[in-house]
């Protein structure tokens, strides 16, 4: 199965940008990356995915390395309503589809 | 449009009984994937149907089952429940087509809160 890491944790002040790291480096070329976000008593949300490109939308923008081994959400102003569980994965047909732990984002005011 | 809907929203059995949740897909969407969450795994997939068909299975024990119907709502059933079986599960839908999974964003139901005791 391909696999991510993340880190448990991180913390960000309101209003600055948070940069989300996630490395899969056993991803394959048909992998698409997505990353979700859930709220505290929420099913998880859809943020943005992405398989070789950078991609933008109106939550967030997700940077992918040249060799997509990692990727990066990125949010450009963080606020409170942004503190949640994020989570990357990798969407192909055949894999087992486990989200992990993922990050906890900690927005503080 | 309606989100997915998830039935019942709680749930409470005992250990070896078994149990039935009940998935709706939102309208125009043919894949279904189910999840269970816990705090020590995180969230982990079942499997998903597209058509009618199971197309992808994750690493759970034969006691997990599901099927769709001809609507592409979905069913998932425990047989033989155990205590670790308590958890949240969570059924998403998606545009896919027959091509392919993970093109598509996928979008969750509020999940079923399962407790065995």
């Known amino acids: 199965d391909a696999k991510t890491t993340q880190p448990n944790s991180m913390e960000s002040n309101e209003e600055e940008p948070v940069h989300l790291p996630c490395n899969h480096s056993?991803?394959?070329?048909?992998?698409?990356i997505h990353w979700y976000r859930q709220l505290p008593s929420q099913g998880p949300e859809y943020v943005i995915h992405g398989l070789t490109s950078n991609v933008n939308n109106r939550m967030a923008s997700l940077a992918i390395a040249e060799d997509r081994k990692s990727s990066t959400l990125i949010l450009h102003r963080a606020t409170l309503r942004d503190a949640a569980v994020y989570y990357c994965i990798l969407l192909n047909s055949g894999y087992a589809l486990n989200f992990g732990k993922g990050t906890s984002l900690l927005v503080t005011p | 449009k309606a989100g997915v809907t998830q039935t019942p929203r709680y749930l409470i059995k005992t250990r070896g009984q078994q149990v039935t949740l009940s998935c709706s897909p939102i309208?125009?969407?043919?894949?279904v994937s189910w999840y269970q969450q816990t705090p020590g795994q995180g969230l982990q997939f079942l499997f998903e149907?597209?058509?009618?068909?199971?197309?992808n299975k994750g690493n759970f024990p034969g006691r997990f089952s599901g099927r769709q119907f001809s609507n592409s709502r979905s069913e998932m059933n425990v047989s033989t429940l155990e205590l670790g079986d308590s958890a949240l599960y969570l059924c998403?839908?998606?545009?896919?087509?027959?091509?392919?999974?993970?093109?598509?964003?996928?979008?969750f139901g509020p999940g079923t809160r399962l407790t065995v005791l």
């Open positions: 998403a839908s998606s545009l896919e087509t027959s091509g392919g999974f993970g093109y598509n964003e996928q979008f």
């Open positions: 149907y597209f058509s009618e068909t199971q197309r």
């Open positions: 056993t991803i394959s070329g048909t992998d698409y």
């Open positions: 309208s125009g969407h043919r894949s």
